[in-house]
């Protein structure tokens, strides 16, 4: 499965972006996108890659990082076999690439990817 995300771009402080992530490829690996658990990351410059969201396979659970929890909404369309991440309120420490993951999970209490990844989309916050 190909992931192409999008929506990237430049906002100010307490500005608002919507990210989506697209899966595409054949149609039996299409067809298992419902099937993943589906998260995103980010990279902020000169730091690790962290997790930012994930949503489980029909999206009746979600999960945020303490630092995005209550403006930052993640869901999920599995017939379009796409991932969306809505992010309101945001601050100068949100800029960073974000990628789309599939296959995320978590293990021993924290995310981890899995080992799919989109290309990644910049967002850039400007205080």
Same mark, same amino acid.
């Given at each position: !499965?190909?992931? !192409?995300?999008?929506?990237?771009?430049? !906002?100010?402080?307490?500005?608002?972006?919507?990210?989506? $992530? #697209?899966?595409?490829? #054949?149609?039996?690996? !299409?067809?298992?996108? =419902?099937?993943?658990?589906?998260?995103? %990351?980010?990279?902020?410059?000169? =730091?690790?890659?962290?997790?930012?969201?994930?949503?489980?396979?029909?999206?009746?659970?979600?999960?945020?990082?303490?630092?995005?929890?209550?403006? %930052?909404?993640?869901?999920?369309?599995?017939? =379009?076999?796409?991932?969306?991440?809505?992010?309101?309120?945001?601050?100068?420490?949100?800029?960073?690439?974000?990628? $789309?993951?599939?296959?995320?999970?978590?293990?021993?209490? =924290?995310?981890?990817?899995?080992?799919?990844?989109?290309?990644?989309?910049?967002?850039?916050?400007?205080?």
């Amino acid at each position: !499965v190909h992931l !192409v995300e999008s929506g990237g771009g430049s !906002v100010q402080a307490g500005g608002s972006l919507a990210l989506s $992530c #697209t899966a595409s490829g #054949t149609p039996d690996s !299409v067809s298992d996108f =419902k099937y993943y658990y589906m998260g995103w %990351f980010r990279r902020a410059p000169g =730091k690790e890659r962290e997790f930012v969201a994930a949503i489980s396979w029909l999206g009746v659970s979600t999960f945020y990082a303490e630092s995005v929890k209550g403006r %930052f909404a993640i869901s999920r369309d599995n017939a =379009k076999n796409m991932v969306f991440l809505q992010m309101n309120s945001l601050k100068a420490e949100d800029t960073a690439v974000y990628y $789309c993951n599939q296959g995320s999970e978590m293990f021993d209490s =924290k995310w981890s990817a899995g080992d799919n990844w989109g290309q990644g989309t910049q967002v850039t916050v400007s205080s």
